[in-house]
Every structure is written in C-alpha cells, then in structure tokens.
C-alpha cells in the first residue's frame, strides 16, 4: 500500500503562480517529511525538508506547511518561474525501519512564460 | 568526490537474462538504497543497506537481490529479468537521512524485451 499520498499528478501554472502540491500520511510513526525535485534525466535532489514538530518553514521562494493533526503536508512554491518545471517528490521517514525513505507518487510541475 | 556512480546508464535485456546494475559511492556514506521510477508511480524503493553487511528489504523486492560488502559498493542483482522491470533504477547514498538527505545517482534505463 502507499504510505505516503500525493496530488495532483500534474500541474501547469503561469510564471508568478503559486503551485501547491499535498502529501498525506499514514503512520504516525513517520518523524521527518522531506521534498525532492527532479530534473529530466537527473536523479533526483533534496529541496527543503520539516519536522513534525514545526507547522511551517521556509527555504527562498519554497514553503512546507505541515498540519500534524490531520496528517497532510503541503510544498508552496513562491513568484514560479520556468525554470522550477520539474518533477516533485514528497517523502517520509521513521518508525521502526530508520533506514528507510518512502516516496509519494511525483508532480510533474510546468510553469509557463 | 564522484559523488554515486551507476553503471551502466542504459541496459537492453531479454526475457530471462540476468544481470547486475552496479553502484559506488566515494563519500563514506552508511545509508544506501535502490529505487526503480515509473510513470504515475513515483519512487519505489526496491532494497536498502545501513552499513556494510546489512540490507533490508523496501516496497518491491520480488526479483531483486542486493549485498553490501563494502561501505562503498551496493550492486543490485536481477535474477531473471522479466519485462515489467523495464525502469529507470536509481541508486542513492546519505551520511544521514534526516541531515542532507539523499544523493542519487544519475540513474539507470533498463529495458526488458
């Protein structure tokens, strides 16, 4: 099953917009929520991650919003520019198996001129 | 630092063939996983390792064996290679998956015919 949900699969935003992309979780267990970004053909790469302890936190034009009772997280991307056109990944990590980073399904993110 | 090296960075395998996709990082890094990525499906982890001589099994290990005998090599062994691991498998290191999180390799694209 998937422990970690994420939505919309794709999006398309006008340069300036202010794409949001959600992630929902499962197990409580979970205790660290990091965001990656891809770029075509590159392995992916860690944008900017949160605790559950900490309801929001900012990195230049990217914000994680965390909302801990209901179990869903959220990446704001600031004034978008075509060059943020790539796809994202949210993530969790914790509980038993600490070696272990679970991936949502991807946001293929276009932001047009 | 080459950072995590994959090779090879394209594969062609018939129907039962075996093979190995191989992976070495040259940062000391404890963590090390294998993720295969597909469309709509995200990054599923396939194995992971948190030291030299422990591995642990992720989301789809059917098909797949992995060893960690070195802190630097974790190779990912396809034991009969069946056309629904046509992929794109992504190898990644971490000194520390709550601090720097991943470093992933540039991937490997891996038909099977």
């Known amino acids: 099953q998937q422990q970690v949900k994420q939505s919309p699969q794709s999006l398309i935003v006008q340069k300036g917009g202010i794409p949001i992309i959600n992630c929902a979780y499962e197990n409580t267990a979970f205790d660290y929520f990091p965001w990656y970004q891809q770029f075509p053909g590159k392995g992916p790469a860690l944008l900017i991650a949160i605790r559950p302890d900490v309801s929001e936190k900012k990195e230049g034009r990217f914000t994680i919003s965390f909302n801990k009772s209901a179990k869903q997280f959220s990446l704001h991307i600031m004034d978008s520019q075509p060059g943020d056109s790539a796809t994202y990944f949210c993530?969790?990590?914790?509980?038993?198996?600490?070696?272990?980073?679970?991936f949502g399904q991807g946001t293929i993110l276009t932001v047009h001129p | 630092n080459a950072g995590v090296t994959q090779t090879p960075k394209f594969q062609v395998l018939k129907t039962g063939q075996s093979m190995t996709l191989q992976c070495a990082q040259d940062m000391n890094h404890e963590y090390m996983s294998w993720y295969r990525q597909d469309p709509g499906m995200g990054l599923r982890l396939i194995h992971y390792s948190v030291g030299a001589g422990i591995t642990d099994q992720g989301e789809v290990p059917n098909g797949y064996n992995v060893s960690r005998s070195t802190t630097e090599d974790f190779p990912l062994r396809l034991l009969s290679a069946a056309p629904s691991q046509t992929s794109v498998y992504f190898c990644?290191?971490?000194?520390?998956?709550?601090?720097?999180?991943?470093?992933f390799g540039s991937g490997t694209r891996l038909t099977v015919v």
């Open positions: 990644a290191s971490s000194y520390s998956l709550r601090v720097g999180g991943y470093t």
């Open positions: 993530a969790a990590i914790g509980g038993t198996s600490y070696g272990k980073l679970t």
